[in-house]
C-alpha cells in the first residue's frame, strides 16, 4: 500500500515537472495568426482601414472585430492572401474605405508654397516627412508609404502624391497581352 502511494507520487511529480518544463520552453507569445495576418499587410501605417496601424487592424480581424477587406493600399491581393489564411471568402474592397491603386505613390512637397506648419509632420505615421517650424519639409520618398494622410491636413495644399519613379532596381518586364484570336504554333 504504502508503495503504491510512493510510486503515484513520484509518477505526478514528475509529470508535473515535464508539463511545468514543458509551458516554459514552449511558451507562445501572443497570437501567432495576428502575426500572420501582419506579415501580409503592406505596413503602410495609414490608418485608412480605421485602426491606428496594421498591427491593431491584424488584431482586430482576428478577433472577427474587423472585415478583411478594409485595406486600400493592399487591395485585392491583400484581400485574397487574407482569405486563404483565414479560410474565408474574398470579398471586394470596401470602397467607404478609399481605393486601391496600382501604381505605387509618394508624397511630394512643393518648396515654394511650404510655410513650415509642421502638421504634415504630426500626421505622417511612419516619420517620413522632415523639417522644423517655420522651414521648408522634405518628404524622404524611400520611407513615404504613400498613405496621403499628409495632404489634407497641409493648409496651403503644398503636398502631392506622384507616382514613384521606376528604376533599374524595381522594373518588372510587363507581361504579354492575351489574345483571344491566337493560333497554335505547329510543331514541325
Given amino acids: 500500500m504504502i508503495a503504491a502511494i510512493l510510486v503515484i507520487g513520484a509518477l505526478s511529480a514528475f509529470f508535473g515537472l515535464v508539463l511545468g ?20 499587410l503592406p505596413q503602410t501605417q495609414c490608418g485608412q482601414c480605421g485602426f491606428a496601424g496594421c498591427r ?7 478577433s472577427g472585430e474587423a472585415d478583411i477587406n478594409r485595406c486600400p493600399p493592399g487591395g485585392e491581393a491583400v484581400i485574397q492572401n487574407l482569405a486563404d489564411l483565414l479560410g474565408v471568402d474574398p470579398k471586394p474592397l470596401d470602397e467607404e474605405r478609399g481605393e486601391h491603386k496600382s501604381q505605387p505613390e509618394v508624397a511630394r512637397v512643393i518648396e515654394d508654397y511650404c510655410i513650415g506648419c509642421t502638421k504634415c509632420l504630426q500626421a505622417c505615421p511612419v516619420d517620413a516627412i522632415i523639417g522644423a517650424a517655420k522651414q521648408m519639409h522634405v ?3 524611400e520611407e513615404c508609404t504613400g498613405c496621403e494622410l499628409c495632404v489634407p491636413v497641409c ?4 503636398i502631392v502624391m506622384e507616382p514613384v519613379e ?5 522594373w518588372v518586364w510587363p507581361l504579354p497581352e492575351e489574345t483571344e484570336s491566337a493560333e497554335p504554333v505547329a510543331a514541325h
Fill in 21 to 40: 518544463y514543458s509551458a516554459i520552453r514552449f511558451k507562445v507569445e501572443g497570437n501567432p495568426i495576428v502575426d500572420q495576418i501582419d506579415a501580409i
Fill in 56 to 62: 491593431p487592424y491584424a488584431e482586430a480581424i482576428a
Fill in 139 to 141: 518628404v524622404i520618398a
Fill in 155 to 158: 493648409p496651403v495644399d503644398c
Fill in 166 to 170: 521606376t528604376t533599374i532596381d524595381d
